[in-house]
């Protein structure tokens, strides 16, 4: 809406009419100061924002990209999402991914391998949602991107780990600091009579019911008190299986 004004005198005019000059300017560095605002967000996020047109190729993406890897944002411009995967990715997730994509869905938390130009593999999980215009037309996709390869490895140590445990011939088992059972391998649960199937955890098994009477009063007393002093104990024990029988172990 324009301002009106009675044609007095030019001095009239003159001040009336710079008014929404001084509003037009004051809500256009508004607008920078806000743009600005965005690309600091942007750039000091540990993840990355990006956006593409609607062929899917990315249009813009921001400078702050995980360092470990030998690339830069700008080589991706220009570039689609599934250009980019490797071959490790999860078959089902990526055609899962295209669908959502051809259908103009919003996606969460798509994790997919990304083959960097120097040979290496980045793990990356992204989420977007698309664009569209005042009339409706679709301008494409916005949204985030994280490098999860560190917690991706940290993982897959972990299953290492935990395969080599559960394998293990001996008795393995790991409690809560007040002693309440959390785990028991595979060959703790046949020492035991614990069927591969029952969860310990609701079992409401402490580590002095692993042990028949007479040794819960040690394992209490001084088991349990050097192992939280000095983070081990050694020493020989007896294990109490479900059918009474006892079984010499040396901790």
Known sequence: QGWPFAPVSADAIYLIARRPVAHALAAETERRREAQRFRDFA????DWFWETGPDMRFSYISERVDGRFAFVPSSMIGRTRDEMMAPETDP???QRHREDLAERRPFRDFQYVMGLPDGQRAQIQTSGRPLYGDDGTF????????NVTAAVEARAARDRMAGVVEASPNFVATAETDGHILYINAAG????GIGAAEDVTRLDLDLVDLYPAATAGRIRDDVLPA????????GELTLRHRNGSEIPVLN
């Open 43 to 46: 750039e000091s996020a540990s």
């Open 92 to 94: 089902e997730q990526r």
């Open 139 to 146: 301008l494409g996709y916005r949204g985030v991107s994280t």
């Open 189 to 192: 649960r046949a020492m035991l």
């Open 227 to 234: 192992a939280r002093r000095s983070g081990q104990w050694t």
